[in-house]
């Protein structure tokens, strides 16, 4: 194993711009590691903070990428030669909120690319606390890389299953379900046993893919309405001797269409959780959650207490990666944030190292 001389990495000098440099490599404290990347994700969430103005922690110039994965080759002794997922939010497990078992909104927070410093994921290296790190014991075959996807498009929503407490006989919807985190909040929706498994997005290829991933229904929005959307939900629920109220709705598109989607079919004793990220505002009469007995709750990151039992699902094949991953040069990193913002993209797009 050999430490560099200089990170090289892409950095975000401001927001629309991006530079090929190196940097240095930071004198690690206690308790830290460097981890050689193998695999960077290319997440909505960097799109916004490149495309949309979205702020960061740690102002520009910065690395963005925070779905990481790679292998440990300096710092705590313990860890060298560790191939590991690194979480996308690491908590300081030294607060109050952390005690409280909610350490994924803790606000001392690290995460890659966002308040981290300047370092992020779009490098060859990242140095990073070693306490929440993942490690992967056996790969079972699957490349290092493809775990990037784990640090966040997975986990994400497995913190919002959490949070739902997804049992056998359950109700589920999810609005956005083709996108980088519906996609996975299907599969772990299926695998914790949920009775119905509704996915909702406008792309009709997608939806039918969904269908082999967990999906018992699929309905498009591609030039319908809302209401529309509620007629064939409720026309549904009909044909299959369904509650139309219950329903536990996780909106993971981030859009301002998919986000009033949820809360229009949010009834009776339900549940609508915030997976996906969106600028966007949305009027709703919050006496109807008065009226229903109802529930809307934000969800962010994941537990890294979390990620063992993710990774064995995945490992287990209860969640697939294969087919939602596509590895490009890091090289080839403008061209994979335009296509990632033109919503475009069949697969999660990973990043390997290419200086």
């Known amino acids: 194993m050999s430490v560099p001389a200089k990170i090289q990495t892409w950095q975000m000098t401001e927001p629309g711009k991006l530079e090929k440099t190196s940097i240095d490599v930071p004198e690690l404290q206690p308790g830290e590691v460097l981890v050689e990347i193998a695999g960077c994700g290319v997440c909505h969430t960097d799109v916004g903070y490149f495309y949309d103005g979205v702020p960061t922690v740690h102002k520009p110039p910065l690395t963005l990428g925070h779905e990481i994965s790679g292998t440990v080759v300096a710092g705590q002794e313990d860890m060298l030669g560790k191939e590991v997922i690194i979480p996308a939010v690491m908590p300081c497990n030294n607060c109050d909120i952390c005690a409280s078992g909610r350490g994924n909104r ?4 690290k995460m890659p690319g966002n308040s981290m410093g300047i370092y992020g994921g779009f490098s060859t290296h990242i140095p990073v606390p070693a306490e929440d790190l993942c490690i992967i014991e056996d790969r ?7 775990f990037a996807v784990v640090a966040d498009a997975i ?4 913190q919002a299953a959490k949070r739902a407490n997804i049992k056998a006989g359950d109700l589920v919807l999810i609005t956005g379900a083709t996108g980088g985190i519906g996609l996975y909040m299907t599969q772990i929706a299926a695998a914790l046993g949920a009775k119905e498994v509704i996915s ?6 997608k939806l039918e893919r969904s269908l082999n991933f967990g999906a018992t229904k699929a309905f498009s929005t591609l030039d319908k ?9 409720r026309a549904y629920c009909k044909e299959k001797g369904l509650p139309n109220y ?3 709705i996780f909106e993971c598109s981030g859009s301002k269409a998919g986000q009033e989607i949820g809360l229009d079919l949010l009834s ?9 990220y969106g600028m966007q505002r949305v009027e709703y009469m919050f006496s109807r959650l008065m009226a229903f007995d109802a529930e809307v709750i934000g969800t962010w990151g994941c537990l890294p207490g979390y990620y063992p039992e993710v990774l064995k699902m995945v490992l287990d094949g209860e969640i697939k990666v294969e087919p939602f991953v596509e590895l490009r040069p890091m090289s080839q990193i403008e061209q994979a944030f335009k296509e990632s913002h033109s919503g475009k993209l069949l697969k999660r797009v990973v990043l390997t190292p290419d200086f």
């Open 106 to 109: 803790c606000l001392a927070q």
């Open 140 to 146: 079972k075959g699957m490349p290092l890389e493809h």
């Open 155 to 158: 986990t994400s929503p497995y």
């Open 200 to 205: 909702i997005a406008r792309n009709k290829e």
């Open 225 to 233: 309405t809302t209401k529309d959307i509620r007629g064939d939900f």
């Open 246 to 248: 219950g329903w536990k």
């Open 268 to 276: 009776f004793v339900g549940q609508l959780f915030i997976v996906g």
